[in-house]
């Protein structure tokens, strides 16, 4: 039963992520509009797209989930930045979605980094012994 609740924290913000690929890497109109207001048309889209597939591969693998999350909490907490400072929480009349579903993504990974938190702590103890020989 805990491995089945493992794969959903992590399955949660990789689907999130992954279907919103689509949009952004096929220049759909509300992902242009939304990176255009922000002035980060078209690079932003596209990096950031890249970034969330990077991170969604990164929490699908077990020895590096917890990167992959700290790197997908980074992104959805600039996005939330941006729906708070700049787009509204309600954009293009979607109702908060994708505020909701960047909210979402936050707390999952955020459950993700403190499920996994030996895997960030042991890099500083590698990094700790490595100084100390």
Known sequence: MKKIVNWIIRLVPVVIMLQT????FSAAPE???IFSKIGMEPYGRIGIGILELVASILILIPRTTVY????????????IKFHVTE????VQHDGGKLFYLAVTVAVFC?????????????IFSKNKMAVTR
């Open 31 to 33: 992902s242009v509009y």
């Open 110 to 122: 955020t459950l993700l980094i403190i499920l996994y938190r030996k895997q960030i702590l042991s």
């Open 21 to 24: 690929l689509y949009f952004k």
């Open 68 to 79: 992959g999350a700290v790197l997908g909490l980074g992104l959805m907490l600039g996005a």
């Open 87 to 90: 787009l509204g929480i309600d």
